[in-house]
T-cell receptor, first 112, second 113 residues
Framework: GENVEQHPSTLSVQEGDSAVIKCTYS??????FPWYKQELGKRPQLIID?????GEKKDQRIAVTLNKTAKHFSLHITETQPEDSAVYFC???????????FGAGTQVVVTP | NAGVTQTPKFQVLKTGQSMTLQCAQD?????MSWYRQDPGMGLRLIHY???????DQGEVPNGYNVSRSTTEDFPLRLLSAAPSQTSVYFC????????????FGPGTRLTVT
């Protein structure tokens, strides 16, 4: 089955700097790659996603890139703010609608 | 719309007890899933359903049962609780077809002693 690895497990950045989280996946049939943000004690919420027919997608300060050949995808957060502090999860799916395989998560801490 | 709702929010069980975690959605989503979240392990899929009357196993199904008699409801049953089932449980739903986003419920924190 699919295996998703996520790095780093923790990331500390100064406010205003950029943050990058990287994920690799094992199943070349995976075609949907969402990123979720989870604040402490809250539910995961989708922040951005990308499908396999697209190499890059951007939404304001966040962007995701996908390299199908290398089977890895990354989340980029620019101009980080304290409210970006949370756990971020990448995921991959071969079914598009669900059956998500999640990475272990990255704790991002943005210090003022 | 209430979105995805889960009850209870917290539950403590003794080893061997059984219980049902409730999940409901009012968005007319076809697809529903149950995940468990453990520290350092992300979210792992327990069971999922692609529509009323259709369910299938995910990555960690042992010790859990599900059924889907209506589009709205997708309960998760713990047959005989074990300490290894101490976790936070999330239900999620998605429309499917052209909309892939999964909407998560608020979660149920379960402790088995």
């Amino acid at each position: 089955g699919e295996n998703v690895e996520q790095h780093p497990s923790t990331l500390s950045v100064q406010e205003g700097d950029s943050a990058v989280i990287k994920c690799t996946y094992s199943d070349s049939a995976s075609n949907y790659f969402p990123w979720y943000k989870q604040e402490l004690g809250k539910r995961p919420q989708l922040i951005i996603d990308i499908r396999s027919n697209v190499g890059e997608k951007k939404d304001q300060r966040i962007a995701v890139t996908l390299n199908k050949t290398a089977k890895h995808f990354s989340l980029h957060i620019t101009e980080t703010q304290p409210e970006d502090s949370a756990v971020y999860f990448c995921a991959a799916s071969t079914d598009s609608w669900g059956k998500l395989q999640f990475g272990a998560g990255t704790q991002v801490v943005v210090t003022p | 719309n209430a979105g995805v709702t889960q009850t209870p929010k917290f539950q403590v069980l003794k080893t061997g007890q059984s219980m049902t975690l409730q999940c409901a959605q009012d968005m007319n989503h076809e697809y529903m899933s149950w995940y468990r979240q453990d520290p350092g392990m992300g979210l792992r899929l327990i069971h999922y359903s692609v529509g009323a009357g259709i369910t299938d196993q995910g990555e960690v199904p042992n010790g859990y049962n599900v059924s889907r008699s209506t589009t709205e409801d997708f309960p998760l049953r713990l047959l005989s609780a074990a300490p290894s089932q101490t976790s936070v449980y999330f239900c999620a739903s998605s429309y499917g077809r052209t909309s892939y986003e999964q909407y998560f419920g608020p979660g149920t924190r379960l402790t088995v002693t």
